[in-house]
């Protein structure tokens, strides 16, 4: 048998042990009973058609990788370097002598 002594006492449960009743409100009951609309076909095949816009244009942004556009990064930093590599060995005056054959 098991012994008195492994009995814990739970407050949750004091009601249930000790024949006290739960304390309930009254119930009202509503004034009209909900409004039952039968199914319409096509409202229900342009809410459908809107959630698949939706979730199609959604789709679209999720990806940005496929949005990019535009010169990659590789390209900018090599067309940069053959630019910047001959001005600096050429010197300010090899960029005046570019820049003088240009303007005549």
């Known amino acids: 048998m098991v012994d008195s002594n492994f009995y814990v006492e739970n407050p949750a ?6 024949g006290d009743k ?3 409100g009254v119930l009202d009951i509503p004034d ?8 319409n076909y096509f409202e229900a095949q342009a809410l459908y058609n809107s959630l ?6 959604k789709q679209q942004h999720a990806n940005p990788e496929n949005a990019k556009k535009g010169v990659p990064k590789i390209i900018k930093l090599a067309l940069g370097a053959l ?9 300010i005056k090899g960029v005046q002598k ?3 054959k240009f303007k005549h």
């Open 22 to 24: 739960p304390l309930v």
């Open 98 to 100: 570019i820049i003088a």
């Open 13 to 18: 449960n004091k009601p249930m042990h000790y």
């Open 32 to 39: 009209k009973s909900p409004v039952k609309r039968p199914y």
């Open 83 to 91: 630019i910047a590599v001959p001005l600096i060995f050429m010197g």
């Open 52 to 57: 698949q816009m939706d979730s199609w244009e």
